[in-house]
């Protein structure tokens, strides 16, 4: 009995059958370019990137667990994760999972690993959530993002109510943002429909802070929006929080 050729049991990448080494920088997701689209292929397209992520035990219990709270299932679930990795440790591929599970809801049952995912959750269908991205080694909130034909954003907070839900989630915290003063509990429960599940990601946020120390005091600012944020996140059944936080030092100076 003859063997078959492995290669047409497994089917190459595209660079392997065409003998084109990739793009080191292609190793590296970017969660905000995932958002705008502008990733490559490999990130922004959910069904290549299910296809070339393993489902380790900790991300499929992460997954599990938000696509439980999704659903409102509270029961062996965590509102918050705080992802502590040492850089390349794969905590913006975990992000970006999430991310792509919320974003499709049901539609993602078609994906490699979902059945996986349903199953560890013990739920039958995926819900979709509204998500809000941050990466702190883009944002700025000395030139702000938007202007023109948007509002011009100048905290993670205005940010955060235009990603939500639009101008007139904006016009909430306008002051907010103008101040440079974090939101409480109330207003947030002014910006968050009950009825709509969501997913909060943040990424780089030590980045963001060590940036911006000094500018408005928005270090303790931001630790009193991320603190505040996550109290909040906690009293609902439907919303889910991701923060990635470096471990190594040596990606922190001293303040840091």
Excluded: C
């Excluded at 660079?15 to 970017?30: I, N, R, Y």
């Excluded at 954003?153 to 440079?180: H, S, V, Y």
């Excluded at 974090?182 to 429909?193: C, E, I, R, V, W």
């Amino acid at each position: 009995m003859s063997l078959k050729p492995w290669y047409n049991i497994v089917t190459p990448r595209e660079d392997l059958v065409e003998g084109k080494p990739l793009d080191a920088s292609e190793f590296a997701v970017h969660l905000d370019h995932v958002h705008a689209g502008t990733a490559p292929k490999d990130y922004t397209d959910p069904e290549r990137f299910f296809q070339r992520t393993y489902l380790t035990k900790t991300l499929l219990d992460m997954s599990a667990q938000t696509a439980r709270r999704f659903t409102g299932i509270t029961m062996e679930t965590s509102p918050v994760f705080n992802l502590t990795t040492q850089f390349g440790g794969g905590k913006t591929h975990a992000l970006t999972l999430l991310y792509h599970l919320a974003k499709l809801g049901d539609k993602a049952k078609r994906l490699p690993g979902v059945d996986d995912i349903l199953g560890k959750a013990g739920i039958e269908e995926l819900t979709q959530a509204d998500v809000f991205v941050f990466v702190g080694t883009e944002f700025s909130s000395v030139t702000g993002r938007g202007g023109d034909e948007e509002p011009l954003r100048k905290t993670p907070w205005g940010e955060m109510a235009w990603q939500i839900a639009g101008a007139e989630g904006f016009d909430r915290f306008a002051e907010l943002d103008k101040n440079f003063i974090p939101p409480s509990g109330d207003d947030f429960k002014k910006l968050f429909n009950p009825g709509r599940p969501v997913l909060l990601l943040f990424d780089e946020v030590l980045n963001y802070v060590s940036k911006h120390r000094k500018y408005h005091d928005l270090a303790a600012q931001f630790y009193n929006f991320i603190h505040t944020l996550s109290e909040f996140v906690r009293s609902r059944n439907n919303i889910v929080m991701a923060v990635s936080i470096p471990a190594s030092e040596m990606e922190m100076n001293i303040e840091d």
